[in-house]
């Protein structure tokens, strides 16, 4: 595979990596799929919310998905990442790899706050993604922890987990009357002492098991919220927005962010401040879901096939 030149060297095999690469191939490109490194939906049970998909396990995604690639020679997966990349537009290295075009997928980092208790919990009972997990959560005890809440946040997070549920919690230091007011209005229940610990469920218990038809592990599924003081709040799946980070090869290529540290692209071409590099997925925004991620990854893939196709064939490459 030395000095192969690809048509598009697409960097993350999730979702947003996997559709750009069927839909890159389905239009004769030659794609290479750089797939390494943790998944940030590893400890995650199922992938749900994406139509037809709805419930599977994402390890299975994966392996469908790249089951649809294998017919298409014009596509290669490789089980290695990428550690970086130099050239420029038409001509980007990737180590043994040449591309015209980079198109990266390579998601986001979390870093959940350190709290005792949160990592056997984290993608079990303890989401950042109402829409992924919160039917099989329906009607239980909801808590949300955000360290400081604005009059948006409570529009666009805290409020609508009382469509899932009529006891939500709010763990918070900070905030404003009109915004107690609102959420007192909402009947939701505020906090403002520090969160020392989550507390799982002892060996045994199913009371505050998902209504998913399937149980969870031992340690998995969440009890209650200690709180400095003592004081333990009883909740059953707890909602945060922890900070995330870019990968270390979108740090070194020194892309342009927005403020919150996402990748910036045009929202029509999902190009990236450096010609010829592009980006879909986790890595571009906060409203973050395999659907979402699958659809920017066909949007990406459409625009560098146009893009690529004009230029091939203007210059007699095809």
């Known amino acids: 595979m030395n000095d192969t030149l690809f048509d598009v060297l697409v960097v993350g095999g999730g979702p947003g990596g996997l559709q750009a690469a069927l839909t890159l191939g389905r239009a004769r490109k030659r794609v290479l799929v750089a797939d390494g490194g943790p998944r940030r939906n590893a400890v995650a049970g199922h992938l749900n919310n994406f139509v037809s998909r709805d419930g599977i396990a994402p390890a299975d995604f994966r392996r469908e998905a790249r089951a649809q690639l294998a017919k298409y020679p014009n596509v290669v997966l490789r089980d290695a990442g990428v550690e970086a990349i130099t050239g420029s537009r038409g001509d980007f290295r990737a180590g043994d790899v040449r591309a015209r075009r980079v198109l990266l997928a390579t998601g986001m980092i979390d870093q959940p706050p350190a709290i005792e208790g949160l990592a056997p919990l984290w993608g079990h009972s303890v989401f950042q993604c109402?829409?992924?997990?919160?039917?099989?959560?329906?009607?239980?005890?909801?808590?949300?922890?955000?360290?400081?809440?604005?009059?948006?946040?409570?529009?666009?997070?805290?409020?609508?987990?009382?469509?899932?549920?009529?006891?939500?919690?709010?763990?918070?230091?900070?905030?404003?009357?009109?915004?107690?007011?609102?959420?007192?209005?909402?009947?939701?229940?505020?906090?403002?002492?520090?969160?020392?610990?989550?507390?799982?469920?002892?060996?045994?218990?199913?009371?505050?098991?998902?209504?998913?038809?399937?149980?969870?592990?031992?340690?998995?599924?969440?009890?209650?919220?200690?709180?400095?003081?003592?004081?333990?709040?009883?909740?059953?799946?707890?909602?945060?927005?922890?900070?995330?980070?870019?990968?270390?090869?979108?740090?070194?290529?020194?892309?342009?962010?927005?403020?919150?540290?996402?990748?910036?692209?045009?929202?029509?071409?999902?190009?990236?401040?450096?010609?010829?590099?592009?980006?879909?997925?986790?890595?571009?925004?906060?409203?973050?879901?395999?659907?979402?991620?699958?659809?920017?990854?066909?949007?990406?893939?459409?625009?560098?096939?146009?893009?690529?196709?004009?230029?091939?064939?203007?210059?007699?490459?095809?």
């Open 130 to 318: 109402p829409y992924c997990h919160g039917w099989d959560f329906r009607g239980r005890r909801w808590g949300y922890l955000a360290p400081e809440v604005s009059a948006a946040h409570i529009a666009m997070f805290v409020l609508q987990l009382r469509g899932w549920s009529d006891e939500v919690t709010l763990f918070t230091n900070v905030m404003s009357d009109e915004v107690r007011q609102k959420l007192t209005a909402a009947k939701v229940q505020i906090e403002s002492a520090d969160v020392k610990r989550l507390i799982a469920q002892r060996s045994g218990a199913t009371y505050g098991a998902p209504r998913s038809g399937e149980a969870l592990g031992e340690g998995q599924q969440l009890e209650a919220v200690e709180l400095a003081g003592g004081k333990r709040v009883a909740v059953d799946a707890l909602f945060m927005h922890p900070p995330q980070v870019q990968v270390p090869l979108v740090r070194s290529l020194g892309l342009a962010l927005d403020d919150e540290g996402f990748v910036k692209v045009d929202p029509m071409m999902r190009e990236t401040s450096v010609p010829g590099i592009y980006a879909a997925g986790d890595l571009t925004t906060r409203l973050q879901a395999a659907v979402i991620a699958a659809a920017a990854g066909m949007q990406a893939a459409a625009v560098i096939n146009a893009e690529l196709t004009g230029e091939l064939a203007t210059t007699g490459a095809l």
